[in-house]
């Protein structure tokens, strides 16, 4: 029996002009978010190796390692634009030195404030907002609606049980609209590999996760729509109740958990963090200029070597003592801040898991490394380059030059040997190289908002199928 | 004609939770080539008869049997033996009319009939052959009514039960159905059907029986309504000029 059912349940999705027209917008939508994605990582690796390579022109053109700004860029990662997450909103560019706190500049919003406002069309949006209401669209009236058109009474007519006729329900509508949805996100992973986007093994398992995760979203509002197609007679009562949900799920929740969470545990404002190490800075740049003044007042000032090398050597151990003294402060209020606004987010994470929608957001920024970590993670291998750096440029200058080193040099009409050094080589500097994360780590990150989405889903659909042993039949 | 009772009711009563009673102990009975008729307007009753036959109520007292099986106890057993014909027949609007008789048929355990059986059966209902494999999309009411009858003859099951079939029928497409339920009465089959159409109840009945408040006020054979104005009965019934 439950084959029969099944079986028509199967067709009657699928032979529907409503599946149809919203299937097709579906994978529209769906492809055309692949494509955006790809045509973005492309523009994106253009303009990264555009900026290396003029950073790498400005670093040939000088002499003095001294006098080198060099700067790093984030590299674009190719599943970053199937989720777009908070890769955006963070900077693509560090001024990198040797010494001090590094800060990330030029991110995406700020080079285009109109994808601010608009944001991107990534697979993220599509599975939020579309295949939501795609379920939406044929779970309100999964079973109300079979008894306002009387078919209901008809099958029950015949030798039909309640359990196997709801299993069909939920079954036929998961596989009817679940399947179809996987071919044109397979044929997006087609489109992936055609268009020359590189992904490592670990990528493509992530991307799976990342389908399996949208899927577990879709079903979840389609057994939730078809448990209250359970449990409300009519059809148009069901279908608004499933929209308010879904307003709630998609809209309210996730917003209204951020506001929440701040309320409960509050959090420094970055400015306010920003202003106290300017405050910070400023103070110890007057104590360094005051330790410098001593340090002149206190002997004659020569032109020698001798003289030279010891103000070299005073400024070496100035600026380690002012830099150690920067990074515990620094490193303090970092840490005070981050612990604030871990704290914040577990709450508004944990609130914004009442949305299903938030849910699968959570777990698909974790699957594709573009969740609100991922500044953090960069930041920590910044860091580690910053070490590598400063090696480099002890090595070829003998001292972490930084912005309040004052340079002594001596100039004559007639050039020097050491005046006529030769441009710089900046294949010599260390390599940036992100370390990616391990795809254990990655997994353990999205396991429990994915082992959420598998709970949600067999809840609605234990839901609808006791709602339905209890649905008035007449 | 087999004189064995298909369909049964006996002293069948249905209080709901809120105290309001239905159904007031009706006993009456259906036998194979009988059409009996439950006249009545509307919350008299007749639709819960039917939801007790058909195992979408339980009774508070009495039994409702098809074919020597009590309803209540074995429902899926019972159902086996009974078609139906509810009043909104929209059936599946993105099925066409043979896959729609496909589907109920499989469900009815007539599971290895083939194309031609179906268009045998959509022409004894008297569907144009055009309509076969058309969507039920563009179907008249009437229309749906024939592919409704359709899948209550291809069970073949020995009892059936048609809820208001002909409301919202024009006259000729009326008349096309009682003809059909003519057939099929002369092939031994036991008809319920509820109306509040005198007049078709009068043509088609072998049995009328009138309802009103739950209660089942008087039975009339065809024999004896061929002398009684059945209209004025059926006003004189529930307005109380008569004693049940």
């Known amino acids: 029996m439950l084959k029969i059912l099944l079986e028509k349940e199967l067709r009657d999705i699928i032979y529907s002009t409503k599946f149809a027209i919203t299937f097709a917008a579906a994978a529209v939508l769906v492809l055309l978010s692949f494509y955006v994605g790809i045509r973005n990582y492309h523009e994106s690796v253009r303009e990264f190796e555009a900026a290396k390579a003029t950073n790498a022109a400005s670093i040939a053109a000088a002499t003095d390692w001294r006098q080198v700004q060099n700067r790093v860029f984030r590299k674009p990662q190719p599943l970053e634009v199937l989720v777009n997450g908070v890769t955006n909103d963070v900077g693509r560019t560090t001024d990198m030195r040797a010494s001090g706190e590094l800060t990330l500049i030029n991110s995406r919003f700020s080079a285009d404030p109109l994808f601010a406002v608009f944001r991107f069309l990534d697979l993220n949006f599509v599975v939020i907002i579309v295949f939501s209401l795609f379920a939406i669209l044929f779970g309100y009236d999964a079973i109300n609606g079979e008894k306002e058109s009387g078919t209901l009474k008809l099958v029950f007519s015949n030798k039909v049980s309640r359990a196997s006729f709801i299993m069909s329900k939920l079954l036929g509508s998961v596989i009817a609209l679940g399947v179809p949805l996987l071919v044109p996100l397979l044929i997006g992973c087609l489109m992936l590999l055609g268009l020359g986007v590189p992904m490592s093994g670990d990528e493509w398992i992530q991307l799976g996760l990342l389908i399996f995760a949208g899927l577990l979203s879709f079903g979840v509002f389609l057994t939730l729509s078809i448990m209250i197609s359970a449990m409300v007679t009519r059809s148009s009562v069901s279908f608004l109740l499933s929209l308010v949900v879904w307003i709630f799920s998609v809209l309210i929740v996730p917003k209204g958990s951020v506001l929440l969470a701040s309320q409960i545990a509050s959090a420094p404002s970055m400015d306010a963090i920003e202003s106290q190490k300017r405050k910070f800075t400023a103070d110890q740049m007057t104590r360094r200029m005051a330790a410098m003044q001593q340090w002149f007042s206190s002997r004659s000032v020569g032109m020698d070597t001798s003289f030279t090398s010891k103000f070299a050597a005073f400024q070496d151990s100035s600026t380690k003592s002012f830099e150690k003294e920067r990074q515990e402060f620094y490193g303090r209020l970092n840490e005070d801040w981050r612990n604030k606004k871990d704290w914040q987010e577990q709450w508004a994470f944990g609130i914004s898991r009442v949305s299903p929608t938030a849910v699968f957001q959570i777990a698909a920024m974790n699957l594709s490394g573009t969740d609100v970590g991922m500044k953090f993670r960069y930041l920590k291998e910044l860091d580690r380059y910053q070490d590598s750096y400063a090696k480099f440029i002890q090595a070829k200058t003998g001292s972490t030059a930084d912005y309040m080193r004052v340079i002594i040099r001596r100039f004559s009409t007639a050039q020097s040997d050491e005046d006529k050094q030769k441009t710089l080589n900046p294949s010599e500097l260390p390599e940036f190289v992100v370390q990616p994360r391990p795809l254990g780590s990655t997994i353990a990150a999205s396991l429990f908002d994915l082992g959420l989405l598998v709970v949600l889903n067999a809840l609605f659909f234990g839901g609808a199928f006791f709602a339905f042993l209890r649905f008035d039949l007449r | ?244």
């Open chain 2, 1 to 244: 004609m087999d004189q064995t009772n298909i369909l049964e009711a006996q002293m069948l009563t249905k209080v709901y939770e809120d105290g309001l009673c239905a159904l007031d102990h009706v006993s009456f009975s259906v036998k194979a080539g009988e059409i009996f008729c439950l006249l009545g307007d509307n919350g008299a009753g007749k639709t819960t008869t039917i939801n007790l036959f058909l195992g979408f109520l339980n009774p508070t007292e009495g039994v409702a049997i098809i074919n020597g099986i009590d309803v209540a106890k074995d429902p899926l057993a019972a159902k086996q033996h009974v078609a139906y014909l509810s009043d909104v027949v929209m059936l599946y609007p993105n099925f066409t009319a043979r896959q729609n008789l496909d589907f109920f048929a499989r469900l009815g355990g007539r599971q290895n009939l083939k194309r031609d059986d179906y268009y045998n059966v959509l022409r004894q209902v008297g569907l144009q052959e055009k309509a076969f494999e058309q969507r039920l999309k563009g179907f008249s009411k009437g229309m749906r009514q024939k592919v409704g009858l359709a899948i209550a003859i291809v069970k073949e099951a020995p009892a059936i039960i048609l809820d208001e079939p002909t409301s919202g029928l024009d006259p000729k497409a009326a008349n096309e159905f009682l003809a059909i339920l003519h057939q099929l009465r002369a092939q031994g089959r036991a008809i319920l059907i509820s109306t509040h159409d005198i007049f078709r109840a009068k043509e088609i009945s072998d049995t009328v029986g009138i309802m009103s408040e739950g209660k089942l006020l008087a039975m009339k054979t065809r024999a004896e309504l061929e002398h009684e104005n059945l209209e004025k009965l059926y006003l004189d019934y529930i307005q109380g000029k008569v004693a049940a």
